[in-house]
């Protein structure tokens, strides 16, 4: 074969397998829209968000911040990092 044949043979494969990869990716694309909007058709709602938990701690829940003892555990260990970085 000569350099010509064979650059003229390199130049179609190029094209075959690029024009393969584009169509392959444009199904691709058209599939996974498709079966997106077949999911969303078909899910179930979503569930409705969970209550926001309120800022000022309630007593008697379980809410460690509630917790008079852990406060009072976690203020000591504090005070005591603080004393040992002195």
Same mark, same amino acid.
């Given at each position: 074969?000569?350099?010509?044949?064979?650059? /003229?043979?390199?130049?179609?494969?190029?094209?075959?397998?690029?024009? &393969?990869? &584009?169509?392959?990716?444009?199904?691709?694309? &058209?599939?996974?829209?498709?079966?997106?909007?077949?999911?969303?058709?078909?899910?179930?709602?979503?569930?409705?968000?969970?209550?926001?938990?309120?800022?000022?701690?309630?007593?008697?829940? /379980?809410?460690?911040?509630?917790?008079?003892?852990?406060?009072?555990?976690?203020?000591?260990?504090?005070?005591?990092?603080?004393?040992?970085?002195?």
């Amino acid at each position: 074969m000569s350099q010509a044949e064979l650059m /003229n043979e390199g130049l179609s494969l190029m094209l075959y397998g690029m024009g &393969f990869v &584009f169509t392959f990716l444009t199904v691709l694309v &058209f599939a996974t829209s498709l079966m997106s909007k077949s999911v969303l058709a078909i899910a179930p709602e979503e569930p409705a968000p969970a209550p926001k938990r309120s800022a000022v701690p309630v007593a008697g829940t /379980n809410d460690p911040a509630s917790d008079p003892v852990l406060l009072a555990v976690i203020g000591e260990a504090v005070r005591q990092h603080r004393e040992r970085r002195r």
